[in-house]
């Protein structure tokens, strides 16, 4: 009983040693390191743009008309579901002709969208 507790502790001690020696066979340099924040950066790029056109095209509108769908940074993740169903499904928002979204602007938002939990 006490003989082989002591194998087996032999046995952990020669693989923690193993381990380590082999760990530092591994160059670190050949480690590729993930780039989150550029990742972060570009994402963030994407909802300044997003942003902008909902500013532009949807709360011009909403602020008189529709005040409790009015866009902000604060609100839009959570909105992005409604988002994609008036604007992509329903094809209702923009309403009217005055604020049209330009090919362009679709598939910025599309892009956004893409990156969201839309449940
Ligand atoms: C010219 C006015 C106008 C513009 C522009 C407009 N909306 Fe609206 N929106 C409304 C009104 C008014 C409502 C209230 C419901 C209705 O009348 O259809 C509404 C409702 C909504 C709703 C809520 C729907 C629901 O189910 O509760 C969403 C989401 C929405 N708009 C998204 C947008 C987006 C996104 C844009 C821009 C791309 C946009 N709207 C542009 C007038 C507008």
Not at 15 to 24: D, E, I, N, R
Not at 58 to 76: D, G, L
Not at 97 to 118: G, V
Request: charged share 25%.
């Amino acid at each position: 009983m006490n003989q082989n507790l002591t194998y087996k502790s032999l046995f952990f001690s020669v693989l923690t040693v193993v381990l380590f020696l082999g760990s530092s066979f591994i160059p670190l340099e050949e480690l590729e390191p993930v780039n989150f924040q550029y990742a972060a950066s570009e994402d963030l790029q994407i909802e300044r743009e997003v942003l902008k056109i909902l500013q532009t095209k949807c709360n011009v509108c909403h602020q008189r008309q529709n005040p409790f769908m009015v866009f902000k940074e604060q609100n839009i993740s959570r909105r992005a579901g409604k988002i994609y169903q008036m604007v992509f499904i329903e094809r209702s928002m923009p309403k009217g002709t005055d604020y049209q979204l330009t090919e362009e602007e679709y598939s910025q938002l599309k892009n956004w969208l893409l990156k969201q939990k839309i449940n």
